[in-house]
């Protein structure tokens, strides 16, 4: 289990989607590792999304061409300051095994976080998204902070139906007033180009999927 603190910006100028993949420096920061991965994000609920009542998200995920895929539960702890905060809990699973996940029958460290909010009720898959994400690990010191740069799409009948341009920005291991001031500085340097948001990833998905009809992105 981990704790995760993260501010979420919308980028709304593609020339300041191209500067931040470029960045290298930000107020103390310097830039020690930059990658790329391209993932498939499928998040589960039950019908009446009770995981969504307890402020609660189950996602699998896949990464490129690795074969493993990832279980996520996390537990929202509410926004301070404009820094959300989580509990995440993850494991790894073999495909074979996503089958076990959606049927409850799994038992791995987000299953247990899952099972006593939605009792018995059965899990679905509610709708997938692909993000192609920029990761930067800035550091100053042993302070560490992320910049994820997402290309988030939602398709449907195959083609993309939706898009939007996100910064993350998570606290790996930087005091709150160093992560406070980069964040600042971020804001600063893009200014408008970049709009503060506590619409995640999930939200914005299930208001798609809302609008389109329930069978309108399905799981692939």
Do not use: C, W
Not at 11 to 20: G, I, K, T, Y
Not at 40 to 61: C, E, G, I, M, P
Not at 125 to 142: E, H, S
């Amino acid at each position: 289990m981990t704790l995760e603190r993260e501010a979420r910006f919308l980028v709304l100028d593609d020339s300041a989607r191209r500067a931040l993949v470029r960045l290298r420096a930000l107020d103390g920061f310097r830039r020690v590792q930059l990658r790329r991965e391209r993932q498939q994000n499928t998040y589960l609920d039950t019908a009446d999304l009770h995981l969504r009542r307890a402020r609660s998200v189950l996602k699998l995920r896949r990464v490129g061409g690795r074969r493993r895929v990832e279980v996520t539960f996390k537990h929202s702890l509410g926004v301070r300051r404009g820094v959300a905060h989580r509990i995440e809990v993850t494991a790894q699973i073999q495909p074979s095994q996503v089958a076990r996940v959606l049927g409850g029958t799994i038992a791995i460290p987000p299953m247990r976080r899952v099972g006593p909010l939605i009792g018995r009720h059965a899990l679905r898959a509610l709708f997938t998204l692909r993000t192609d994400r920029t990761i930067l690990v800035m550091r100053q010191g042993r302070a560490r902070v992320e910049l994820d740069v997402d290309v988030v799409t939602f398709r449907a009948g195959g083609r993309v139906r939706a898009r939007r341009v996100e910064l993350e920005v998570e606290n790996l291991s930087a005091p709150p007033a160093a992560f406070a001031r980069a964040v600042a500085a971020l804001r600063r340097r893009f200014g408008s180009a970049v709009k503060p948001t506590t619409v995640s990833k999930f939200e914005y998905g299930l208001r798609l999927v809302k609008r389109r009809g329930r069978s309108g992105l399905a799981y692939v």
